[in-house]
Each structure stands twice: as structure tokens, then as C-alpha cells.
């Protein structure tokens, strides 16, 4: 009962008022990134939800578009701005998305949305992760978020699908409170976020 109703009962309930309260610092946000991104303050980017359904995704836009002489984009680690490296450390970044739980794309609790490019590369195991809505925060985000490897992610997403219960999603947003504090597992080592994923590896 709770993973097919009171579960989205919850979310539409929990982001709707986590939005009112935090729209102060929504407001504050918005304003800053505007003037360190020149006037670009959202980032949208199409994501696969529950059962791949394609949804549009609503972040903070917290780097810059600076390109080369080539008209590439530089690395993220350079297009990082400031104000964009302390709105991702404190996940403040996240707050749009409760517009997508909301409109009921995302759960506050499950595997996060990736890029769509992704999905030709999970294995039948790790596609099991698009059995559920995809959450703002989820299992992996409290066991190393960016710091561990794709395939203890993907591991930890498909054990969520199949041990999702109330309680062990309270203790999911305990743990991610704790984390912003601690500011634990924002990137992996060399890199803004986490490296691109290019499928399994074979051994």
C-alpha cells in the first residue's frame, strides 16, 4: 500500500510544503545565480522517469557557458562558479525539483535521474531502477552519492526498488540531512560531479 499510494500521497504533500518554506531561499538563489550566470539561472534537461517516461528536469543552473576558442564547452570543473559550487555543496540546487514531484515525475525517495544517453548502456539489473519514479534524493545519495563508482550506484538503486518501505524512507532523509551538513560525497575525485557512464564493463 504504501509503495503504489501513500507514498505519492506523501511526496505531493511533503514538496509542497518543503516549497513554501523554502521559497526564500528560492528567491535568494534565483537572484544570485542570475548575476554570476548573467541572467541564466535555470537548468533543464530531459531525464527518464518511471518506466523510461521521458520527463523535463528543473535544477539551479549552477555553471557557467563558457565555451573555447572552438566553441566547445569547457570541463564542468571550470565552468563551476562560485556561487554555483556553494549552491551544489549545500544541495540547494535541488530545490526546483520539487516542482517535479509535484507534477508527480520525481519522488522525494528513489534513484536519481540520469541522462537519457544512459539507457542503451544499463545492463537488465540496472534497468530495474526505472521500475519506480526517480527521487531528489535516494539510497545511493546517503552511501557516497558522486564519491562511489557507477556500479555500487546502480547496485544500491535496485536494492532500493526492491525494499522500499515508509521507514526506509525516513531514514533516507535523515541520512541526507546529515550529509548536506557534512557535505559528504559531492563529486568524485577529478571531477565537478561524477565521470560520464560508458556502460558496463566487461570482464
Given at each position: 500500500m504504501y509503495r503504489n499510494l501513500l507514498k505519492r500521497f506523501l511526496d505531493f504533500l511533503i514538496a509542497i510544503s518543503a516549497f513554501i518554506i523554502a521559497l526564500p531561499i528560492f528567491i535568494l538563489v534565483t537572484i544570485s545565480?542570475?548575476?554570476?550566470?548573467?541572467?541564466?539561472?535555470?537548468?533543464?534537461?530531459?531525464?527518464?522517469?518511471?518506466?523510461?517516461?521521458t520527463f523535463r528536469i528543473i535544477k539551479f543552473k549552477t555553471m557557467n557557458d563558457i565555451k573555447d576558442a572552438s566553441g566547445k564547452l569547457l570541463p564542468d570543473e571550470v565552468r563551476l562558479t562560485a556561487v554555483g559550487k556553494f549552491v551544489r555543496k549545500t544541495s540547494?540546487?535541488?530545490?526546483?525539483q520539487l516542482l517535479n514531484v509535484?507534477?508527480?515525475d520525481m519522488s522525494l525517495i528513489g534513484?536519481?535521474?540520469?541522462?537519457?544517453?544512459?539507457?542503451?548502456?544499463?545492463?537488465?539489473?540496472?534497468?530495474?531502477?526505472?521500475?519506480?519514479?526517480p527521487g531528489i534524493t535516494?539510497?545511493?545519495?546517503?552511501?557516497?552519492?558522486?564519491a562511489i563508482s557507477w556500479e555500487q550506484k546502480f547496485e544500491y538503486d535496485v536494492w532500493y526498488v526492491d525494499h522500499i518501505s515508509f521507514l526506509l524512507d525516513v531514514k533516507i532523509i535523515l541520512?541526507?540531512?546529515?550529509?548536506?551538513?557534512?557535505?559528504?560525497?559531492?563529486s568524485q575525485q577529478g571531477h565537478a560531479t561524477m565521470p560520464f557512464f560508458e556502460g558496463v564493463k566487461q570482464v
Open positions: 545565480l542570475a548575476v554570476a550566470n548573467q541572467g541564466k539561472v535555470f537548468f533543464f534537461q530531459a531525464r527518464p522517469g518511471k518506466n523510461t517516461k540547494l540546487d535541488e530545490i526546483p509535484i507534477k508527480g534513484p536519481r535521474p540520469l541522462l537519457v544517453e544512459y539507457l542503451p548502456l544499463y545492463n537488465e539489473v540496472q534497468k530495474r531502477r526505472h521500475e519506480v519514479r535516494g539510497w545511493a545519495q546517503v552511501n557516497g552519492r558522486n541520512l541526507t540531512i546529515k550529509k548536506v551538513f557534512k557535505s559528504e560525497g559531492i
